[in-house]
């Protein structure tokens, strides 16, 4: 009989389409699910109340799904490299078989485990299965070199070769006998609180279920939709694709000829590309892609005015729309992501990096390379370089053109319900009588603007000429 194997899952916690699983299955022999409850994870600085409640429940789906096959899910709390060794040593593993995945932190977390592992003669195996490419970080430019451009990593991505989705197996072998299973916490037990009231469920079947009814109803029209903030025109399978609840290899496999479908196939390029950018330039977590602005920029750490922001008081209403539905759901529309985020870099002209906190703590699907990436972008500082002009949005424009009726606005900030539709996106230039009819005085119901745009924007477009 072979050696018992350890599957050690991280942010890969699904059954369906999954390399090391397959392979751990195909050694035959006993097979030890495993997860370990990483302290620096749960209250590092990324730490995150309700993403991590999205974790716990994913590890529950886990659970259940393993013990229908004859199997359960093994936990362990405590630092990787001290917990794994001593499990695979209890479960008689010979080797520890995982995902790859490409963030600092979890290069530096593998390369302990495997030294740790190494010590009593046992290997860590890492599979694929995180992204659409099995390796987004191996494309690579003719020269040789790493992309840092969106449009030609897209074209190189989609020449890249793609393996075989995988079924999920119908049973796993049962574990090996005497093994304490311990126990999948509770979020207060990991001295957490959830911060969105309406998030979204975690886990695998709550993942395959919104992937099916996205690929059935959504994906057809999401190339007119998923700009559109009020249409639900996009999949919400963020957290899922973060988790690994869903493999993004198996929704590309699924997705159909078409316009709607090529729009969405591009959508999760841009996540393998920021996986590669990061594994790249792994200093990007904390400072600048662009030298130039390293040392220079001259950013504002202004705090009146980054709560006004984060607690969507900063009286446009696109922009507090947007941070009251990252309260709310944990989850924010990518277009309302990219208009808060010049609003609170460009408009405010404060430092990228405590908007890129404050979406960790909040996002459930907050991940580093995307939110990293993305908050580098629109700060204008980061790869895929544009002059910061083309990226400060005006929220007012933004809002008429993405949210014509007003539904989301009004969704996320009621007492706007009552102001006319024209008056919606610049309600302080409403007079003062219609601002009583409204029910919606500024400066009493609702904030008078924090800024003036235009002065902002051109305050904004000084700064990064003057740090060049
Ligand atoms: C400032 C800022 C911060 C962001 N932080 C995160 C983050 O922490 N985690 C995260 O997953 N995404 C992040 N994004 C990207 C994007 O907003 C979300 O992936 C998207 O809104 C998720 O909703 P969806 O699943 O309905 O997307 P869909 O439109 O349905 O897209 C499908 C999938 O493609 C990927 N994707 C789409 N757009 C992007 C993008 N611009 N960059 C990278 N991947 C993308 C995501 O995995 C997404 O689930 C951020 C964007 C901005 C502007």
Known sequence: MPDAVLLWFRRDLRLHEHPALTAALERGGAVVPAFCLDPRLLSGRHRSGSRTQFLLESLRALDDALRERGSRLV??????????????????????LATGDIGPYARRRDQAVARALAERGLALRLHPGLFVADDPAAIHTSQGTPYTVFTPFHRAWLRAPRRPVLPAPSSVPALPG?????????????????????????GEPAGRRAMGRFLADGVPG????????????????????????????????RLAPGEGPEA?????????????????????????????????????HARREFDAWREGRTGYPLVDAAMRQLQREGWMHNRARLVAGSFLTKDLGIDWRWGERWFMRLLIDGDEANNNGNWQWIASVGVDTQPPYRRIYNPALHQQRFDPDGRYVRRHVPELRGVPDGYLAEPWTMPPHV????????????????VDHLEARREALERYAAAR
Request: charged share 25%; with cysteine; hydrophobic share 35%.
């Open 75 to 96: 936990v362990r709390h405590g630092k990787p490299e001290l917990e794994l060794p001593s499990l695979a040593r209890e479960a008689g593993a010979s080797e520890v």
């Open 178 to 202: 005497g093994l304490r299973p311990g126990r999948i916490p509770s979020l207060a037990a990991v001295g957490l609180e959830p911060t969105a009231s309406d998030p979204a469920p975690g």
């Open 222 to 253: 999401y190339h007119r939709r998923n700009d559109m903030l009020a249409a639900e025109g996009t999949s919400r399978l963020s957290p899922y694709l973060h988790f690994g609840c869903v493999s993004g290899r198996e929704l590309e496999e």
């Open 264 to 300: 969405f196939r591009r959508q999760l390029c841009w996540r393998d590309f920021y996986a590669h950018v990061l594994r790249h330039f792994p200093r990007n977590a904390r400072s600048e892609h662009q030298a130039r602005y390293r040392a220079t920029m001259r950013w504002s």
């Open 435 to 450: 601002q009583e009819q409204a029910g919606c005085v500024i400066g009493r119901d609702y904030p008078a603007p924090i």
